[in-house]
């Protein structure tokens, strides 16, 4: 089933997102209707925060023909190179706006998948980008938080005005 994606500034997005105790079929129905609502929107990875379910779930497909979904359940990051790269990051919150964000370069990732088994990943480039900004996602965190004021001031106000419109 694909959900409705919450979009900036709803404060909803701000809610912290709370473990997920058990990998039960109800989790894994909520991991099939994220994967489903991010291929929908064509994107490349989305957190359960952005259809309003705050537990610690993310999804994510980074490959070119779309069909190697990953999940990541209580995701925990540590860093292997604090070093920052910068990146242009959009958001499905935030349609249509695309900034350079700072990241930390190298990354490990511990998780656990859709069947409740723990994993470790490395991660680099645009893994490690997506999974810093999936995570900022359960911790009520948004990449434009990151940008100047004005900035996102600009951002906040032109999609204010689309939903005041569409509603
Ligand atoms: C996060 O973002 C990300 O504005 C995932 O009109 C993005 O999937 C991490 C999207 C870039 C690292 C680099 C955005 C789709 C998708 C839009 C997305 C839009 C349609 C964003
Ligand atoms: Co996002």
Sequence with gaps: MIREILEY???????????VDEVTDDIRTLIDDM???M????GIG?????INVHKQIIVMDLSEDKTEPRVFINPEVDV???????MQEGCLSVPGF????ERIEHCRIRAMDRNGAAFEIEARDLLAVCI???MDHLNGKL?????????RNRIRKKLEKLHKKSA
């Design 9 to 19: 500034p709803d404060p909803r997005l701000r809610t912290i997102a709370k473990p």
């Design 35 to 37: 994967l489903e609502t």
């Design 39 to 42: 291929y929908d929107a064509q």
């Design 46 to 50: 989305l957190a359960a925060t952005q």
């Design 80 to 86: 292997l190179d604090g070093d920052a790269q910068a």
């Design 98 to 101: 695309y900034e350079d964000v």
């Design 132 to 134: 810093q900004h999936e």
């Design 143 to 151: 990449f434009v938080d990151y940008l100047s004021a004005l900035k």
